[in-house]
């Protein structure tokens, strides 16, 4: 699979060219704490390893291919402490790449490859992952294009990162079912804050207890999870999660399961006792209807903006038929953020700018709707997969029909 990858990913490369991705290390915290390691998601694409201070090179030359990985030494005395490091033939194993060595070794490699494969060649193209720079931010790529130029003034670098996203937005079928996964837990994790849910619950306990179905399945989180009961529920990014939602309140839930780096991304808004208010549900059902009409309008040669357009056109309609565009109000005031974003191995996952739907996409409808004045926050999201002629909702199982809801709650009501 991952040499499959591979290949998909480098048949877009130039002819005499190089590709680097690392793996990345965990960012210091406090002391000697270290935040949790995430691996860089295009080098675990691409390999199927996620351990800190591995560096991928691929190549072509002259119509052949070839691949090497580096990884660090094995250590006797950390390998008692923290357990030992990947070793070479497991990391061959996994990624199916035979040619592995130590990392201390990857300049003089380069500088026999240079010497050897590419003495012949007008050009040599060395392929970074130039994406996620942030101001003054070294990255591992932009360290090794420094030290390159300097060895090599000769070489040409070129971003890899429109040619990953494009590889990585059609998500083959191994990413599909760990995706499924990833929404069924979701699911079952929902439903247990909506089995325990009642007025005057905090938003803490909610999450306790969809945290505690995660944990249980061995899942973790696709990102921080917002539970944010009424007026909260209006703060896009909420993430406190350690109010009182009053009896007669909505709370909005924003999370995700993540299964083997797979990451759901689900918003589901129900009433914190049971029963919608017929305001609330007046609300819901527009969210509802513009998540459906939405999805019902999903198919390749799209894009997410066209998307979007057709939900703000939707909301003009409607908001203006229950009187909440008067007074200069626009939708705007209502509605603020993307109906749409690509989802994968990263919650936000990467995407090119006007990219246009193809089939094997995956990406949310999230449709919202905040009425601060009402305490009223109101968001529903699915995870959809684009196919030739529509899209298959992959969370249909997770309920939100109001009906469906209120019945659903109704047989836990203490
Ligand atoms: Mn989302």
């Not at 040409?156 to 429109?162: G, K, T, V």
């Not at 109010?243 to 918003?267: F, H, P, R, W």
């Amino acid at each position: 699979m991952f040499q499959e990858r591979r290949k998909r990913f480098s048949d877009q490369l130039s002819d005499d060219s190089l590709a680097l991705f690392f793996s990345g290390k965990a960012p210091y915290k406090l002391g000697d704490e270290k935040y949790p390691f995430a691996a860089d998601r295009s080098f675990y694409w691409l390999s199927g390893l996620d351990k800190e201070n591995m560096i991928l090179l691929l190549g072509k030359c002259h119509g052949q291919y070839f691949e090497y990985l580096f990884i660090e030494p094995y250590d006797e005395i950390l390998a008692k402490w923290v357990g030992g490091r990947i070793l070479p033939k497991e990391a061959a194993d996994i990624s199916g790449i035979t040619s592995i060595y130590e990392c201390s070794e990857i300049w003089d490699i380069l500088a026999s490859l240079l010497s050897r494969n590419f003495n012949n060649s007008l050009q040599l193209d060395v392929y970074l992952d130039l994406s996620k720079q942030e101001a003054n931010q070294q990255t591992a790529a932009i360290n090794f294009a420094t030290k390159l130029k300097a060895l090599y003034p000769y070489v040409y670098i070129l971003n890899s990162a429109p040619i990953m996203a494009r590889a990585r937005m059609i998500k083959d079928e191994d990413e599909i079912n760990k995706l499924k996964q990833a929404i069924h837990i979701t699911d079952l994790a929902i439903q247990n804050m909506m089995k325990n849910a009642h007025g005057n619950i905090s938003e803490n306990e909610l999450e306790a207890h969809f945290d505690f179905v995660l944990k249980c399945n061995l899942c973790d989180h696709s990102f921080p999870s917002i539970i944010a009961g009424g007026k909260n529920a209006t703060i896009l990014h909420y993430d406190s999660n350690d109010q009182i939602v009053k009896d007669g309140e909505m709370v909005l839930c924003d999370l995700g399961a993540s299964y083997k780096y797979l990451n759901a991304d689900i918003t589901r808004t129900f009433p914190v006792n049971g029963k919608f208010t017929p305001r609330q549900r007046q609300i819901y059902d527009i969210v509802l209807r513009g998540n459906k009409m939405i999805m019902a309008m999903v198919k390749p040669g799209l894009t997410l903006r066209q998307l979007n357009n057709e939900l703000i056109s939707f909301y003009e309609k409607e908001l203006t038929a229950i009187g909440l565009l008067n007074n200069d109000k626009t939708v705007n005031d209502y509605y603020w953020h993307g109906v749409s974003h690509m989802l994968g191995l990263e919650t936000h996952d990467v995407t090119v700018a006007n990219y246009q739907l193809e089939p094997g996409n995956v990406f949310t409808i999230e449709p919202g709707l905040y009425l601060e004045d009402e305490n009223i926050g109101i968001r529903i999201e699915d995870n959809v997969l684009v196919t030739p002629d529509g899209c298959i909702n992959l969370s249909k199982d997770i309920i939100k029909e109001p009906d469906e809801i209120e019945a659903f709650m109704a047989q836990y009501k203490k």
